[in-house]
């Protein structure tokens, strides 16, 4: 039988998915943290039973090759299985409780008593780069549901079937093991997405995706009657600074890695490194061969398509900007493009030769004096990573980190940015416009973006959450009059 066609979410229908999310939301923000993690372990359970089902739609809809798509889908499972874990051991929720204290240093202290609770329904927007990890089951929607909020997901136009399919077993997932009914559904449409953001019932909103369009929904988040919190990661170049000692010392390597790294996933990857600063007078012969030896590869969709195009002809067309190797598009593929510059241009034209190209492309940029690194450093936007090849004795190296600390959510060091760890200390994120927050996307803490903190004082123990009990029912790590109890 023929599949339906997925059409665009109605006004209507909107309003009827956002009430019932509305309905939902004390009724899961209300289950204990255990509980709701049996939901997370259910919920991984089925995407990892349906993977012959959902590993070839993400492959037909994405371009990307089965190895990739079977690797992330274990991702998104892992982080919701993280999720659950977190959820057992309590500590998200940061309980503390000050007891009364009438020689409190400030004068007579109140009993008082704060934990974290949940903001109620947030809209996820996925990106088309990752469709298991950053889209309808990703790392937005399993931290929030962890946190204890309804999750409505506008579907990416990228991978409309595997979004369907993958919300059809999340959706029975979460239902038959208890989560409360309008815990999580699926919207469609560009203009649906604005609506989502706009209406009433929702309270937060997770995006992924370009620097355009999470700008104007973060704008539409702001600019509502209530204003709500807006986690959006958009864009970053991913600078790579390579020291004079760490290029005479380990060139050859250097130079390989980052034409892995930038070529990786046809450079459709967030983290790619979009420039490598070098000394002048670094030869180039062998990544050259190398860039210009690589077969072609398919892009995400036409839309990311288009937009490559448009921003490497920006960058090949500028005068500043020598072209190594042209890549060549061939029946819809593209062979990576390597680009040459020098710092002092870089300074010079950092609109356009900073700028974020998605796809297999990346600049070279020679520096003359390692000055430039921190000059070059100091000019830069937010950006998600920024690496450093180097010695523990360069100089110019603690000068650097500092800098670059202001401006990146994640610093490398003799390494490559690409590959995001789901773990306990990752940050991925950074300021503007790499994100829209200072919280991250990716790890254990991405569950606080959807948690807001409320005390409670001088309240009766029975009327008290579980959490805040002097018994600790839910036998949570917690602080008592600022010591771990």
């Known amino acids: 039988m023929a599949e339906s066609p997925i059409t665009d979410t109605t006004e209507a229908e909107l309003d009827e998915v956002m009430q019932r999310a509305a309905l939902a939301a004390p009724h899961l923000a209300a289950m204990r943290p255990g509980e709701r993690a049996v939901l997370l372990r259910r919920a991984a359970g089925a995407l990892d039973a349906a993977a012959e089902d959902l590993v070839p739609l993400a492959q037909a809809e994405s371009h990307l090759p089965e190895a990739r798509c079977r690797g992330e889908l274990a991702r998104t499972t892992f982080q919701l299985r993280l999720f659950a874990d977190v959820l057992d051991e309590g500590a998200y929720l940061e309980a503390a409780i000050d007891t009364a204290d009438p020689d409190w240093g400030m004068g007579p202290r109140p009993d008082l008593r704060r934990v974290l609770v949940p903001l109620g329904p947030v809209v996820v927007f996925g990106a088309s780069n990752f469709p298991f990890a950053f889209s309808t089951a990703g790392g937005d929607t399993a931290s929030a549901l962890a946190a204890g909020c309804p999750v409505v997901v506008k579907g990416h136009p990228g991978h409309p079937r595997l979004t369907r399919r993958t919300a059809e077993v999340l959706t029975a997932a979460l239902a038959e093991a208890g989560a409360p009914a309008g815990t999580f559904a699926v919207v469609y449409g560009v203009e649906t997405g604005a609506r989502a953001v706009r209406h009433p019932h929702t309270k937060a909103v997770g995006f992924t995706g370009s620097i355009p369009g999470g700008r104007a929904l973060f704008d539409l988040a702001a600019s509502r009657p209530d204003p709500i919190p807006f986690f959006g990661e958009l864009g970053s170049l991913n600078p790579v600074f390579a020291t004079s000692a760490a290029v005479a010392e380990r060139g050859d390597e250097i130079l390989a890695g980052y034409a892995d790294s930038f070529t990786l996933g046809s ?38 398509q288009s937009g490559f195009e448009s921003g490497l002809a920006s960058l090949v067309e500028h005068p500043s900007v020598e072209v190594l190797v042209h890549g060549r598009a061939t029946a819809g593929e593209w062979t990576p493009t390597l680009l040459r510059t020098d710092a002092a241009a870089l300074l010079d034209h950092g609109d356009t030769l900073l700028a974020e190209c998605f796809g297999p492309t990346s600049i070279v940029v020679d520096y003359t004096d390692e000055q430039q690194l921190l000059d070059i450093a100091a000019s830069l936007h937010g950006q998600l990573t920024a690496t450093v090849h180097g010695r523990e004795d360069d100089t110019v190296v603690p000068a650097l ?52 903190p409320v005390s409670y004082q001088s309240v009766p123990q029975a009327l008290l959450p579980e959490a805040l009990r002097d018994a600790n029912p839910l036998d949570l790590p917690r602080r008592r009059n600022g010591r771990p109890e």
Request: glycine content about 14%; hydrophobic content about 40%.
């Open 267 to 304: 450079g459709q990857f967030c983290t790619k490194p979009g420039v490598l600063l070098v000394p002048e007078g670094t030869k180039l012969d062998a990544l050259v061969d190398t860039i210009a030896g690589r077969g072609p590869a398919a892009l995400l969709n036409e839309r990311v």
């Open 401 to 452: 980190l500092a800098i670059l600390a202001q401006k990146a959510g994640r610093l490398l060091w003799n390494g490559w940015p690409t590959g995001v760890s789901v773990t306990h200390a990752m940050t991925h994120g950074g300021p503007y416009p790499a994100s829209t927050s200072a919280s991250t996307s990716v790890g254990s803490t991405a569950i606080g973006r959807f948690l807001r």
